[in-house]
């Protein structure tokens, strides 16, 4: 079983940036794929980021996010720059064994989500 808590949300101008963090718990961490996922009201989850062996980004976040993390504190980052305001969202962070995937499904562990609001 794996424990996941996110943090780090809040509400941010646009061009701001923000840190997601992701304490995991529970199992052995080093051998799971962790990813970041979104979701706005009224739409699907969809994938943001995601680390294992090797980072895969989305296309609408890439060059502006950067997932890692810190096998020692059990703990995964999203760090996200130039906010625009479409990437309000609630940021679920989750967890799987395996290589990274990018489908929601393909997950077994979500964190409660953390909001994320960007103004205009």
């Known amino acids: 079983q794996v424990q996941l808590v996110e943090s780090g949300g809040g509400l941010v101008q646009a061009g701001g940036s923000l840190r997601l963090s992701c304490a995991a718990s529970?199992?052995?961490?080093?051998?799971?794929?962790m990813g970041w996922f979104r979701q706005a009201p009224g739409k699907e989850r969809e994938f943001v980021a995601a680390?294992?062996?090797?980072?895969v980004h989305a296309n609408s976040v890439k060059g502006r996010f950067a997932i890692s993390r810190d096998t020692a504190k059990n703990t995964v980052y999203l760090q996200m720059n130039s906010l625009k305001p479409e990437d309000t969202a609630v940021y679920y962070c989750?967890?799987?064994?395996?290589?990274?995937?990018?489908?929601?499904?393909?997950?077994?562990?979500w964190g409660q989500g953390t909001q994320v609001t960007v103004s205009s």
């Open positions: 989750a967890a799987r064994r395996g290589a990274v995937v990018t489908g929601p499904r393909e997950y077994d562990y």
């Open positions: 680390i294992s062996w090797a980072t």
């Open positions: 529970g199992r052995t961490f080093s051998n799971s794929a």
